[in-house]
C-alpha cells in the first residue's frame, strides 16, 4: 500500500468514526473494526479487550461529566494526554489529530480562559463534531484547524504544550511529526503524548502482523526509535513508560520530551 493510500485509509476510518458519534451510534464504526484490529475497534491481542486499551474509559467519571458525551463516543485514543502533559493555567496547547475535541476541550479547561486549546486534523467530519462540541461545553478559548501533523497550520514558537493521543502512529512520515512539533513549541516547551510503541526487538514485519496501520499497530515506532527521532529532533529530558499492553508486545506509552529553553 503506498503512503497516500495510508493517508486515505486513515481518513476514511476516522470519518466514519466521527459520522458514528454525532449519531452516537457505533455500527459504522464496528464494521471498519472487523479489519482494522486495536485503535478503538475489537481485536487487541489475547486478553486485551477494547474498553481496557482504547478510547472514553481511559478518561475519569470527572473528565467524562466536563465534556459533551459525542465527545467521548468518538474518542479512539491509547492514554490520557491532558494528564501526561500536567497542564497548568495560561498555557497555550497545541493537540495532533484533535478527532471530536476530547482532549482539546479538557486542555482548554485546564488552562483556563488565559490559556488557550488548538486542535489539527485532516478530516473534515471530525472537525465539524469538534466544532459542534466546543459550542456544547460552551468552550470560547478553543480553536479547530484543518491540516496534518506534519505540515501544522501555525507559527512557529505558538504554543507552549504539544500533546496527542494515539495519532502520531498513524502518521507516514514521522519525522516530520516529529520536527514540526519542535517547531511549534516555544522555547522551554514540552510534548506529553500517548501512543501505541512496540518493544525494541520488534521488526516492522512484527508489528505489521499484530495489525493494520490504520489500527495504530503496523505503523509504531519501538520504543528506541521515538527516543532517537526526539534526540534527532533537538529535544531533551525524554522519556516513553509503556503503561498498558495495546496488542502482543505494543503497548500504549507515555512519551514526554522538552524543547531546550
Not at 168 to 178: A, G, Q
Request: hydrophobic content about 40%.
Amino acid at each position: 500500500m503506498s503512503e497516500s493510500d495510508v493517508v486515505e485509509q486513515v481518513r476514511e476510518r476516522y470519518a466514519a468514526a466521527a459520522k458514528a458519534a454525532m449519531g452516537v451510534d457505533r455500527r459504522t464504526l464496528d464494521v471498519l473494526d472487523e479489519a482494522d484490529g486495536c485503535c478503538g475497534g475489537g481485536g487487541c491481542g489475547a486478553g486485551v479487550t477494547e474498553a481496557e486499551a482504547f478510547g472514553a474509559a481511559l478518561y475519569d467519571a470527572d473528565q467524562a461529566g466536563q465534556v459533551p458525551e459525542r465527545a467521548l463516543s468518538a474518542s479512539l485514543g491509547c492514554g490520557n494526554p491532558t494528564a501526561v502533559a500536567e497542564l497548568h493555567q495560561g498555557e497555550r496547547v497545541l493537540d495532533l489529530g484533535s478527532g471530536g475535541g476530547l482532549d482539546v476541550l479538557l486542555s482548554a479547561r485546564r488552562v483556563g480562559p488565559d490559556g488557550f486549546a488548538y486542535g489539527v486534523d485532516m478530516t473534515d467530519e471530525m472537525l465539524s463534531l469538534a466544532r459542534e462540541n466546543a459550542v456544547r461545553a460552551g468552550a470560547t478559548n478553543v480553536e479547530f484547524l484543518k491540516g496534518r501533523i506534519e505540515q501544522v497550520p501555525l507559527p512557529d514558537g505558538a504554543v507552549d504544550v504539544v500533546i496527542s493521543n494515539c495519532v502520531i502512529n498513524l502518521s507516514v512520515d514521522k519525522p516530520r511529526v516529529l520536527a514540526e512539533m519542535f517547531r511549534v513549541l516555544a522555547p522551554g516547551g514540552r510534548v506529553g503524548v500517548s501512543d501505541v510503541v512496540a518493544e525494541d526487538q520488534l521488526t516492522p514485519a512484527d508489528r505489521a502482523e499484530r495489525g493494520s496501520h490504520v489500527g495504530c499497530v503496523a505503523g509504531a515506532l519501538s520504543r528506541q526509535e521515538y527516543i532517537d527521532g526526539l534526540t534527532a529532533g533537538g529535544f531533551t529530558d525524554i522519556e516513553v513508560v509503556f503503561t498498558h499492553e495495546a496488542a502482543p508486545q505494543m503497548h500504549s506509552a507515555i512519551v514526554r520530551a522538552v524543547k531546550p529553553a
